[in-house]
């Protein structure tokens, strides 16, 4: 009793009387957590509401006592903070997530390698040989390969719905000022009337689906979920379909395109990854991820020097304590691997790319590696956007020759989810 008495709010800046440290962060988002970082240490306070941690051990801790001490980030642009309702929302998800893990484990995700391969080919042949922008490239690939993953051939319209959504999501992930969700503005009536239509359409898959009846079984995400729950109800189905569909497009395309930043900058690295495809084990045509190590090791390494989902947030369902420090309810956690993935405290050289660290299977040092979550909420499609990110690796590698006019001095973006956005590239298509 008397230790706990003792625990008080992490310290950090005091900011603008008015505006707090919105303002100095929004110009310089990772600059002002490292100088926050540096002087109050691995705990430290945003405003009264807010806490970062880049601790390894707390931030897993937090990520472990996610459903029990935290809620997850709570529904889009939901300022009323309503923990009951995250509470119950996050119960019925578990129960979907629990159904729908074994269709994106390991050996259902391989077994989709060959139509990852045929989808990037694709794509590519529009793009190749002239200057692109490479994230809306990329994300043309991995919202084409998600519909495919979960809807088969009956996934035309769906990859135009994601891009549509990305759009109206856009100007959210752009800023971390918040508005109330009632408040009728453009932005908050672009993004609902986005998130309807792509509800409709999905639960609509669902029904035409389930009105084909057995007679036409398919080998996809839908038809797996209906075999494993016959009495999901279709809402259920299209709204587990929907989370994995958002986040089975926007985070691997913006790695990838870190990817390809990579590629561009280092033609050797690009060699080593052509020979590894070429080699009769790799099957000429890559057409499995598992013999291609070097391939896999890039994609490891990649997520390390820039995460994708560089900021993850948990919200405190009541008051409580994390390490020495205590947490209101309500109180926001903000979780930031990127920090932890550049800490010299736990790699050696941690600004330096180097696929090396990955190679002979290597692993992590501890818990200081986590591009994709931790605990009961890690990231549902780690093994299947493994498998797609090693594959289309190898595949760029292979067929292409990437330059870019731009590599040099673009700067990854951290909004939304961090990449190098504006980066240019051409794809110049390789003879023989
Ligand atoms: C490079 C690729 C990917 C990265 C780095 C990544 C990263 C993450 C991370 C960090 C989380 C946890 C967020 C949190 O705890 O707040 C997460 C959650 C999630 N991811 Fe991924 N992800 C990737 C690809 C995918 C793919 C391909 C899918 C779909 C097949 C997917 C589906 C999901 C879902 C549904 C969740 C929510 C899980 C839950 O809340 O229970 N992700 N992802």
Avoid: K
């Amino acid at each position: 009793m008397a230790q706990r008495e003792t625990l008080s709010r992490p310290p950090g800046p005091r900011g603008h009387w008015l505006t707090g440290n919105t303002r100095e962060y929004e110009a310089d988002r990772i600059g002002f957590l490292r100088r926050c970082h540096r002087e109050y240490g691995d705990v430290f306070s945003f405003d009264e509401q807010t806490v970062f941690v880049i601790d390894p051990n707390l931030t897993h801790e937090v990520l472990v006592r996610t459903g029990d001490d935290f809620v997850t980030e709570l529904a889009p642009f939901d300022m009323r903070r309503d923990l009951d309702q995250a509470a119950a929302q996050a119960t019925a998800w578990m129960c979907a997530r629990r159904t729908a893990w074994p269709g994106l484990g390991r050996s259902a995700a391989a077994a989709s390698d060959g139509r990852t391969v045929e989808i990037l080919d694709a794509v590519m042949a529009d793009n190749a040989d002239r200057p692109v922008d490479v994230l809306p490239v990329m994300r043309a690939f991995t919202a084409r390969a998600i519909a495919e993953y979960c809807f088969g051939a009956d996934c035309a319209g769906v990859p135009g719905l994601l891009h549509e959504i990305i759009r109206a999501t856009q100007p959210f992930t752009d800023s971390s000022y918040e508005f109330p969700a009632w408040l009728p503005i453009p932005r908050h009536r672009q993004f609902f009337r986005a998130y309807r239509r792509l509800i409709d359409a999905l639960t609509a898959l669902v029904r035409q689906r389930r009105a084909s009846g057995a007679r036409t079984p398919r080998n996809d995400l839908l038809g797996f979920l209906l075999d494993a729950d016959p009495a999901m109800p279709d809402e259920t189905v299209a709204s587990t379909l929907h989370s994995i569909l958002m986040g089975g497009h926007g985070v691997p395309a913006a790695a990838l395109t870190s990817i390809v930043w990579e590629l561009a900058r280092r033609p050797r690295l690009a060699g080593d990854l052509r020979d590894e495809a070429d080699r009769p084990t790799g099957g000429g045509a890559p057409s499995s991820a598992a013999s291609l190590p070097l391939a896999e090791a890039v994609v490891r390494e990649t997520l390390r020097l820039t995460p994708p989902a560089w900021l993850m947030t948990r919200t405190a369902g009541a008051a409580t304590t994390l390490g020495d420090w205590s947490l209101g309810p309500g109180d926001d956690v903000l979780l930031n691997p990127y920090l932890i993935h550049r800490d010299p405290r736990w790699w050696q050289r941690p600004d330096e790319f180097d696929p090396a660290r990955w190679s002979d299977g290597q692993q992590a040092p501890g818990p200081a590696y986590l591009p994709f979550g931790a605990g009961p909420r890690v990231c549902l499609g780690s093994a299947l956007a493994m498998r797609q990110l090693t594959l289309a690796t190898s595949r760029l590698a292979q067929r292409f020759t990437v330059t870019s006019p731009n590599a040099a001095t673009v700067v990854p973006e951290f909004v939304g989810r961090l990449a190098p956005a504006g980066l240019r590239a051409s794809f110049l298509a390789r003879s023989g």
